[in-house]
């Protein structure tokens, strides 16, 4: 039997919790429990929680945010601290993270530090002035304890009690170097990252050991240091065009990411070679545009969207879970994906034309 529901509330004033559950007949708690979703709201009856939903919409009533905020101590907003916002590695992460910060219910506020290290160390200080209720914070170092919740992606914070999302970068190297060496590729050049790129020595430690490992020789004329604090493909396109003026005793190079990867094939073509015909290519991360440059980008694919997805999910549990254990690191798996940047070194290889000064 349907409870009984009293006269309609007066929608001149504003609709309390309170007068909603007096119009439902039901308690405030219920209504409540209701309205947030808390993870009682199981046992009350679907027919019971419909109801509830159907009136608060009917009526447009809207949470009182800060008693809510006082009887919590919470404002359901997150804090992402980030190196920048350019289209490539971190538009991927973001979709993950605001894919499930959508769904929970979450707002958050995004600053980019560009890798200074003043607004690394203050950014964090700054988000928890803003009362947010936890840390997310992505190829950035955590250099000192908080007093909230935090999660790092691909950040290697070393704070116990952080939760630190890391992609197998010893799988990564080998996906890439076995495919090339498998294809016939002996001379190979490699780029180290950035050094403020907190995945830079990892991947460069096992860069060392897998090439070892596989038999190819790391050749030091053939490694690139990137410098540049730069996000775009002009990370790999000077210091390409400087090396193929040195030397073009090599086949192939394993760019630092696919932001790299593609300045370096436009230095490939800027000196009258082609890629993959006369030097292959292969990117890291397989950010959206790999598959549609020209070629399209072979690279080892990191599971962003999943790993920001991950990630946001982990922080918010923390947050409504204060006192619950949570695992210091959470490992991901890459992917290697074979496109159009890599093909096989010739039997018999044609010496390469000299090359020109075109730009």
């Known amino acids: ?11 001149n004033k504003p609709i309390t919790l309170k007068v909603l559950a007096e119009y439902l007949d039901l308690s405030p708690a219920t209504v409540s429990i209701v309205l947030n ?30 008693a809510r905020m006082l009887r919590t101590r919470l404002t359901n907003t997150i804090g992402v601290v980030v190196p920048e916002l350019s289209e490539g590695y971190f538009t991927g992460l973001m979709l993950g993270v605001e894919e499930y ?17 003043d607004l690394v160390e203050e950014y964090p200080d700054l988000l928890i ?29 070393s704070i116990p009690g952080i939760t630190n999302l890391v992609l197998d970068h010893d799988r990564a190297t080998r996906l890439a170097l076995q495919h090339l ?17 907190l995945d830079s020595e990892s991947r460069w430690q096992s860069i060392n050991t897998i090439a070892q490992e596989i ?4 050749i030091p004329e053939l490694c690139i240091y990137l410098e540049k604090n730069s996000w775009s493909p002009e990370l790999g396109y000077p210091p390409v065009r400087e090396l193929l003026s040195r030397t073009l005793d090599f ?54 969207r999943k790993m920001g997805t991950t990630a946001a999910e982990i922080l918010v549990k923390r947050i ?26 010739p039997l018999l290889k044609t010496p390469h034309p000299k090359p020109s000064k075109r730009r």
């Open 251 to 304: 086949t192939a190079i394993f760019c630092f990411n696919d932001t790299s990867a593609i300045g370096a094939i436009r230095a490939i073509e800027d000196v009258g070679l082609s890629c993959p015909r006369d030097i292959s290519v292969i990117g890291f991360d397989d950010i959206l545009v790999a598959e549609y440059t020209n070629p399209r980008l072979t690279t080892v694919r990191q599971p962003l």
């Open 37 to 66: 979703n808390s993870p009682v709201a199981k046992s009350i009856s679907p027919e019971t929680r419909q109801r509830v939903l159907d009136a608060a919409k009917k009526f447009e009533y809207r949470p009182n945010v800060h």
């Open 129 to 157: 002035s803003r009362a947010v209720d936890g840390l997310l914070l992505i190829n950035t170092d955590l250099r000192k304890r908080v007093p909230l919740p935090a999660v790092g992606v691909s950040s290697h914070i």
């Open 215 to 218: 038999g190819i020789d790391i």
């Open 1 to 11: 039997m349907a409870a009984r529901r009293k006269q309609l509330p007066d929608t």
């Open 181 to 197: 060496y498998d294809l016939g590729h002996r001379r190979i050049a490699f780029m180290k990252g950035q050094a403020f790129s």
């Open 101 to 117: 910060l959508l769904q929970a219910g979450y707002l958050y506020f995004t600053v980019s530090h560009l890798c200074h290290p």
């Open 320 to 345: 409504q879970n204060p006192d619950q254990p949570f695992s210091d690191t959470i490992w991901f798996t890459p992917e290697l994906i074979v496109r159009e940047s890599t093909a096989s070194v």
